[in-house]
């Protein structure tokens, strides 16, 4: 209710200011008004978020537009379904179900364990450290949140950790799946903004240090109470961690495939997604697990998860092709930067909205719907498109684990077998959150953090 509640006293800003002539005019209120109340009606009615978005394009087509729709959905749907950067979503994601089914997650849990194990907050520091570097081969928060949690909850079973920091850090390490490269969110965002994947990964490398490194401090404030050491348990002997590497080649060398033609300028973020799943499928073979039933429930997961974006995406082009014709993102545009505010004062009721909207929308959808309507805000503002990027990304990463309606946390909800509520996954999450609004906090402080490497890089 708060996020609706903020929603409406922005629309009815909106609507004040254009009727009494601040920020230029020019908005079209009712449409706006309408639109705005629809959707709150087909959210709360339940409708799945892809239909909803086109019947709302539709009616919002019909209703306002002097086009039939017919004359513009064909080509609306047609341009992002063929783009050549859109079909690298599909091929990460089928890397990411090789590897699960192959065991090479597994095996980088451990490894990971073995060298962490000893630090104030042990296990715990795992769980970031291996969704850190499983995401950097993933490129979705759901994905590696689902499959960290697989892997990681058994291992707690029995022990004196406190299950709600257990799922906090694996909801919060889940989440990076988006932020550190290959995150499907930036190619989303590159496609609609038309702005480069490349940049954008390596924008995204020093925020996904800084993030990483504020979990750890909170890991480390958080150890005497939620992950006591025992100092019972053997050492274990350096030979033992020495010979735990080998099972890190495998992801090493496929984040070197992925990352490393990308950044070397060797290949698009779709090529590199192409050569990453023939590295997948060479190490399940290696490891003995490939066989055309793995593959075929690898590519039927694939297609499930694909078929689920490419519907969002779809539906909000329509929705956004309407609104576009209707002028909405011109005026808003122009009415939120005649505002008597300074340009950062602006972007953080942006941030505010994309907070509120994230109480209630999934990440997705809350990028494929407002990035039309708020981009050309941000840069009549005069802030970089690649830094912004970065920050809507961090945002989704945020409505991926807030409460109540984040994904990753009934994701890992669904794997826990103690039974315990799920108040546990929200109150686990809650000091990650908190880092992560800080970290945009220091973004917006420091835009160099993620624009200093891209100023650098020359593919």
């Known amino acids: 209710m708060i996020a609706v509640a903020f929603l409406l006293i922005l629309v009815a800003l909106a609507a004040g200011l254009s009727l009494f002539g601040g920020g230029g005019g020019g908005l079209p209120v009712t449409e706006l008004l309408l639109l705005v109340g629809l959707f709150i009606v087909f959210f709360g009615a339940g409708i799945y978020v892809g239909a909803a978005l086109g019947v709302l394009g539709l009616i919002a087509g019909f209703a306002f537009s002097d086009r039939p729709f017919w004359a513009f959905l064909g080509q ?40 962490l194990d000893r630090l104030p907050g042990g296990l715990l520091h795992t769980n ?72 954008l990964y390596i924008a995204a490398v020093g925020p996904s240090l800084l993030v990483l490194g504020l979990f750890v401090l909170v890991i480390f404030a958080k150890a005497r109470t939620a992950a006591p050491l025992d100092r019972t348990a053997p050492r274990i002997p350096l030979t033992v961690k020495l010979r ?25 973020a779709t090529e590199s997604a192409a050569l990453g799943v023939i590295g997948a499928i060479f190490f399940a073979a290696l ?81 494929v719907t407002t990035i039309p309507v708020v981009f050309p805000i941000v840069t009549a ?28 946390l ?12 799920i108040t ?11 880092v992560y609004i800080l970290a945009i906090i220091l973004l917006m402080i420091v835009p160099d953090i993620a624009l200093w490497l891209p100023s650098q890089w020359r593919p």
Request: glycine share 12%; charged share 10%.
């Open 76 to 115: 609306t749907v047609w341009n992002p379904s063929s783009s050549f950067v859109l079909v690298a979503v599909p091929l990460f994601l089928l890397m990411g179900e090789i590897l699960l089914r192959a065991g090479l997650s597994d095996r980088l849990y451990r490894a990971l364990n073995v060298w």
């Open 128 to 199: 970031i450290a291996a969704s850190g570097v499983f995401s950097a081969i993933s490129g979705s928060s759901v994905a590696t949140a689902a499959t960290m949690g697989s892997v990681a909850l058994p291992f707690f079973q029995g022990t004196r950790y406190d299950p709600k920091m257990v799922l906090g850090t694996l909801a919060a390490g889940g989440a990076l799946g988006n932020l550190i490269p290959p995150g499907i969110t930036f190619i989303i965002y590159a496609l609609m903004t038309e702005t480069s994947v490349g940049a």
């Open 244 to 268: 735990s590497l080998v099972d890190l080649l495998p992801t090493a060398a496929l984040i070197l495939i992925v990352l490393g033609t990308i950044y070397g300028g060797l290949a698009t």
């Open 287 to 367: 490891e003995g697990r490939l066989s055309l039933r793995m593959l075929n429930g690898a590519a039927e997961a694939t297609a499930r998860n694909t078929a689920l974006i490419g519907l969002i995406l779809f539906g909000a082009y329509v929705l956004n092709y309407v609104l576009v014709s209707l002028g909405v993102p011109q005026a808003l545009a122009k009415l939120v930067s005649g505002m008597p505010l300074p340009p950062w004062g602006i972007m953080l009721l942006i941030i505010g909205f994309y907070l509120a909207l994230g109480t209630f929308m999934e990440g997705f959808s809350m990028i």
């Open 381 to 408: 503002l005069g802030y970089d498109p690649i830094w912004f990027g970065v920050i809507v990304t961090m945002l989704v990463e945020i409505a991926l684990i807030s409460p109540p309606d984040g994904t990753v």
């Open 410 to 421: 009934y994701v890992l909800q669904g794997m826990r077998k103690d039974g315990g509520p």
């Open 424 to 434: 546990d996954v929200f109150s686990g999450v809650l000091p990650f959150m908190l």
